[in-house]
């Protein structure tokens, strides 16, 4: 199926609302359409986790995640992802290695999250993360931890990490009880 008509309701700087038409006397069909992103799973060269702790307006909270952002007009995902990663946490990889692209929401978004994993992270001499970033670095547990308890909970970061754990990348022992980060 394709829809019979595509037009963009609303423009912002962020996104484009489309209203679709699916059937000829239907009412149209809301979806946002916003650039790819790529997060980036960075293990550091002794085998921990670069966590990013920062505000996002959208929820009204800190959120720790993984460094991440928009891919650029005509710039890939592994560049996208090397230049988030030493934006966001003033660390570069040895190694990135592009695990592939998910769908975030089907139901309401259009692009894409590109999966990353960044080996032998080591941090850049003079670089510092972004302003209102705080760089957190955890042990793999302690991020299983993080994860079963709420701490670590942006789905779409969990779903990188698992990304990465599905294709033998990476093995995420087991949260060890009351640890704390």
């Known amino acids: ?16 609302l489309l209203a679709k038409t ?3 006397a239907g009412a149209p069909w809301y979806s946002l359409r916003l650039p790819d992103y790529a997060a980036v799973l960075a293990i ?36 996208a992802a090397r230049r988030e990663l030493l934006e966001e ?3 570069e990889a040895e190694t990135l290695e592009v695990l592939g692209p998910m769908f975030p929401d089907t139901g309401r978004l259009g692009n ?20 209102g970033i705080e760089v957190t670095v955890w042990t793999l547990a302690e991020l299983a931890r993080a994860m079963l308890d709420g701490r670590f ?15 033998g990348k990476l093995k995420l022992p087991p949260a060890e009880p009351g640890m704390a980060s």
């Open 1 to 16: 199926m394709r829809p019979l008509d595509s037009s963009i309701a609303f423009r912002t700087p962020w996104f484009d």
């Open 22 to 24: 699916l059937e000829p």
């Open 44 to 79: 550091t060269p002794d085998e921990r986790v670069l966590i990013v702790r920062q505000y996002r307006p959208a929820v009204e909270r800190y959120m720790l995640e993984l460094p991440s952002g928009l891919v650029d007009p005509g710039e890939t995902p592994e560049q």
């Open 89 to 91: 946490t003033g660390y």
């Open 112 to 131: 894409r999250i590109w999966n990353c994993l960044a080996t032998g992270a080591r941090r850049v001499e003079g670089r510092a993360p972004e302003a």
């Open 153 to 167: 909970d942006h789905s779409l970061h969990v779903a990188t990490l698992m990304a990465a754990v599905a294709r």
